[in-house]
């Protein structure tokens, strides 16, 4: 597992956003994994810099988000078909049929986790994918439990991850209990994976995930550690505890 420590968080999403122009200069067809939450967006800011300049294009691109809430659907304000127009899609070329979030409103949610899993495998699986972490270890929405799930599945949200997320309701109250998520085994078959971890709130969790390399489903994103291309991504802040391992700086 590569480790990459950056002086800020706009260093970071630098470097990770390089990280995806790269992939998507050198494949005819690349397929983008990509996630929500307030970590992604610098990322998605320098994406649509790059766009704008002309250095970048998403026209032959395909995107698989990691999650979405259950009961939120495209014109939802929270949810994040919505997120991902506001923060990326409406800025650049994507076709918007190129384009994939799990649909939380679909009238068979256990039918879409299915469709959603099988589409992902139709298109050969992601070549990059993008991960933040919860302050539980989540990665996506697959939250500790006593076993991984290998495919897109409906997962009841932990409490904690319910109160990290209220920032982006007008209430607690209005957060939805469930969400779906892409599974573990979709996750670990992408070809590559970056974590990405800004701001000093993430230097516990970082410490626990980056302190062992023992994989517990208690702690999801510790089966990162399990994958051969990983590169994870902090800014100082986040890599307060860190102390394993050299430091290495991201040049730019
Ligand atoms: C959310 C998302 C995750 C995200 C994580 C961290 O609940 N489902 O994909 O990585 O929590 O969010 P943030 O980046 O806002 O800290």
């Known amino acids: 597992m590569e480790v990459i420590i950056t002086k800020d968080r706009s260093e970071a999403s630098?470097?990770?956003?390089?990280?995806?122009?790269?992939?998507?200069?050198?494949?005819d067809r690349p397929v983008l994994g990509l996630a929500t939450g307030g970590t992604p967006k610098g990322v998605y800011g320098r994406l649509i810099d790059a766009y704008t300049r002309g250095e970048i294009t998403f026209h032959h691109a395909l995107s698989f988000n990691l999650d979405e809430y259950l009961g939120l659907g495209k014109d939802d304000e929270q949810g994040y078909a919505r997120?991902?127009?506001e923060n990326l899609f409406q800025f650049v070329d994507f076709k918007s049929e190129n384009t994939h979030i799990p649909n939380g409103k679909a009238p068979d949610p256990e039918k879409e986790c299915a469709r959603y899993s099988d589409l992902i495998h139709a298109q050969g699986g992601i070549d990059i994918q993008l991960l933040g972490i919860g302050d539980n270890g989540h990665i996506g929405f697959n939250e500790p439990?006593?076993?991984?799930k290998r495919h897109t599945h409906i997962v009841e949200l932990d409490e904690k991850t319910r109160e990290a997320n209220a920032r982006f309701f007008d209430k607690k109250d209005d957060v939805p209990f469930k969400a779906i998520t892409m599974g573990i085994g979709e996750i670990m078959q992408s070809r590559r994976i970056v974590l990405l971890a800004l701001g000093e709130h993430k230097a516990e969790i970082m410490e626990r995930f980056l302190g062992t390399e023992d994989i517990d489903p208690e702690l999801p994103a510790s089966i990162l550690h399990a994958h051969q291309h990983v590169t994870v991504v902090m800014d100082e802040a986040a890599a307060k505890n860190y102390r394993k391992g050299e430091k290495h700086e991201a040049t730019d």
């Open 145 to 148: 439990a006593k076993t991984f």
């Open 14 to 27: 630098q470097y990770v956003a390089e990280m995806f122009m790269n992939v998507l200069a050198l494949k």
């Open 83 to 85: 997120y991902m127009k």
